[in-house]
């Protein structure tokens, strides 16, 4: 369990400023407001279930202090269903994180310029 400060917002969770990040498994972590035990989503390492790249835009950058060099992790928000496999993923709003310095932002991507991400796709599909 790591703790991080969140910089910018986390889209519906503005009050969110303290989060831990607890890792289930290689592919689920579940990301817990410090200062509200009610709020918690569950994350997914998008690495784990394809190819994913994203250009961070320079104010993020300056938010999270990213250097060329910072160790840099990104975690996607999921929506649980039942069964699991129906759960979907945004893959436009990643959350990145610098582990360094132990902040995280979300980012908000162009989905024109990110064609083959979606908001919600879904797990199976990965499968």
């Known amino acids: 369990m790591q703790k991080y400060e969140v910089k910018?917002?986390?889209?519906?969770?503005?009050?969110?400023?303290?989060?831990?990040?607890?890792?289930?498994?290689?592919?689920?972590s579940?990301?817990?407001?410090?200062?509200?035990?009610?709020?918690?989503?569950?994350?997914?390492n998008p690495y784990e279930l394809r190819e994913y790249s994203f250009d961070i835009r320079s104010n993020i950058k300056v938010l999270l202090d990213i250097k060329?060099?910072?160790?840099?992790?990104?975690?996607?928000?999921?929506?649980?269903?039942?069964?699991?496999?129906?759960?979907?993923?945004?893959?436009?709003a990643p959350i990145v994180i610098n582990n360094d310095n132990m902040t995280i932002a979300q980012v908000v991507l162009d989905p024109k310029r990110h064609?083959?991400?979606?908001?919600?796709?879904?797990?199976?599909s990965f499968m």
């Open 30 to 44: 579940t990301i817990r407001d410090l200062d509200n035990k009610n709020i918690s989503f569950t994350v997914v």
């Open 68 to 92: 060329e060099n910072s160790n840099l992790s990104a975690f996607n928000i999921v929506v649980i269903q039942n069964p699991l496999e129906n759960s979907t993923v945004n893959f436009l």
């Open 115 to 124: 064609p083959d991400f979606g908001m919600a796709e879904s797990i199976k």
């Open 8 to 28: 910018g917002s986390i889209l519906g969770f503005d009050q969110t400023m303290n989060v831990e990040i607890v890792q289930i498994d290689n592919l689920f």
